[in-house]
């Protein structure tokens, strides 16, 4: 049967990831994938992995996650922020692979018709534990419990003043693009990060939660009538419902964190049907 999937946060830096890449194949040569950002630091490896995955599956959509905007010291590409994205999309634009910034396509298989909307929005600092009232605040205690995210050094949001800043840019322009969706169609939301807050209740580190989404984008499954939101970053793959809609955290994530799990990893999360 032909069935849309998804998964995300490959991580292919590391050999045993790199390997269940090069293992992945659909059921059917009609499968869908969706990628739900992380797939590397590196330009050339975000492009290898895309290219193999793009010919197996009859389309391919990606977001980028927190890894791919980094400017690594190991990438040759020394791009930032804005022009590091645009970048990743020109290269999925030549090998046919569906970004945030494409025309939203829509699955007509099982479980169809859906648009199925790749979204970019990133994190402003909102996930807050309780009591702390300001970002500033809450970045001094995640610094404090030496609880910090690799993006304070490596991801920059040129030209926006900040993150924050960026993320509000991403979340203006994506609220658009989604009100102008066909109407009456149902979506399929795809983002590297929880578009709720609830699923980062689970973390070890609640401090991290400032880094793994944004308070603006609460509703959006409701508003935009998802029939699922699919999503990673927090690599911790389950399915969890909320306002009675079905959210799916489909990561892969670091070989120490999937190779004590009783489940084969890296098998791509069925969507729909």
């Given at each position: 049967m032909?069935s849309?999937?998804?998964?995300?946060?490959l991580h292919?830096?590391?050999?045993?990831?790199?390997r269940?890449?090069?293992?992945l194949?659909?059921?059917?040569?009609s499968?869908?994938l969706?990628?739900?950002?992380d797939?590397?630091?590196?330009?050339?490896?975000?492009?290898?992995?895309?290219?193999?995955?793009?010919?197996?599956?009859?389309?391919v959509?990606?977001?980028?996650?927190n890894?791919?905007?980094?400017?690594?010291p190991?990438?040759?590409?020394?791009?930032?922020?804005?022009?590091?994205?645009?970048?990743?999309?020109?290269?999925?634009?030549?090998?046919?692979?569906?970004?945030?910034?494409?025309?939203?396509?829509v699955?007509d298989?099982?479980g169809?018709?859906v648009?199925?909307?790749?979204?970019?929005?990133?994190y402003?600092?909102?996930?807050?534990?309780?009591?702390?009232a300001?970002?500033?605040?809450?970045?001094?205690?995640?610094?404090?419990?030496g609880v910090v995210?690799?993006?304070?050094?490596?991801?920059?949001p040129?030209p926006?003043?900040?993150r924050?800043?960026?993320?509000?840019?991403?979340?203006?322009e994506?609220?658009?693009?989604?009100?102008?969706?066909?109407?009456?169609?149902?979506?399929?939301?795809?983002?590297?990060?929880?578009?709720?807050?609830?699923?980062?209740?689970?973390?070890r580190h609640?401090?991290?939660a400032i880094w793994?989404?944004?308070e603006?984008?609460?509703d959006?499954h409701?508003?935009f009538?998802?029939?699922?939101?699919?999503?990673?970053?927090?690599h911790?793959?389950?399915?969890?419902?909320?306002?009675?809609?079905?959210?799916e955290?489909?990561?892969?994530?670091?070989?120490?964190?999937?190779?004590?799990?009783?489940t084969?990893?890296?098998?791509?999360?069925?969507?729909?049907?």
């Amino acid at each position: 049967m032909t069935s849309l999937l998804a998964i995300s946060d490959l991580h292919i830096g590391y050999r045993e990831n790199r390997r269940i890449v090069e293992e992945l194949r659909p059921a059917s040569a009609s499968d869908w994938l969706l990628v739900a950002g992380d797939v590397s630091e590196k330009v050339a490896d975000v492009e290898w992995a895309l290219r193999l995955l793009a010919g197996r599956f009859a389309k391919v959509v990606w977001v980028p996650g927190n890894h791919e905007l980094w400017t690594h010291p190991s990438d040759p590409v020394r791009l930032r922020g804005e022009e590091r994205y645009r970048h990743l999309v020109k290269v999925c634009g030549d090998l046919g692979v569906v970004t945030p910034e494409d025309p939203y396509p829509v699955w007509d298989g099982p479980g169809g018709p859906v648009t199925v909307a790749p979204l970019f929005v990133l994190y402003d600092y909102t996930f807050r534990v309780p009591g702390v009232a300001s970002a500033e605040e809450a970045l001094a205690l995640a610094y404090e419990k030496g609880v910090v995210c690799t993006d304070e050094m490596f991801l920059h949001p040129d030209p926006h003043p900040s993150r924050p800043a960026w993320c509000s840019a991403r979340v203006a322009e994506t609220e658009r693009r989604l009100a102008a969706r066909t109407p009456g169609m149902p979506t399929v939301l795809v983002n590297h990060y929880p578009l709720v807050r609830q699923p980062t209740l689970v973390m070890r580190h609640q401090e991290f939660a400032i880094w793994c989404g944004t308070e603006q984008t609460a509703d959006w499954h409701v508003r935009f009538d998802a029939q699922a939101v699919v999503y990673g970053h927090l690599h911790i793959p389950r399915t969890t419902w909320h306002d009675g809609v079905r959210f799916e955290e489909v990561s892969l994530g670091y070989p120490r964190e999937w190779q004590p799990r009783a489940t084969p990893p890296g098998r791509p999360r069925q969507i729909l049907p």
